[in-house]
């Protein structure tokens, strides 16, 4: 049987910058990597242990 290390899910969301600050300075979240920092279409945020998608 498989064994799950981790799971990174995929949230869609309308606009990836306004949502990075937010989950940033709401949640303390730390940008993992963005696909393109004048427009992205898609980034990873993490905080400890737990990393979300945003797209």
Request: proline share 5%; charged share 20%.
């Amino acid at each position: 049987m498989a064994v799950f290390h981790a799971v990174h899910p995929i949230l869609p969301v309308r606009d990836i910058k306004i949502s990075l600050e937010y989950y940033k300075n709401k949640f303390g979240f730390v940008i993992k990597f963005i696909n393109n920092s004048e427009q992205p279409l898609y980034a990873g945020i993490t905080r400890g242990e737990v990393e979300i998608h945003l797209q």
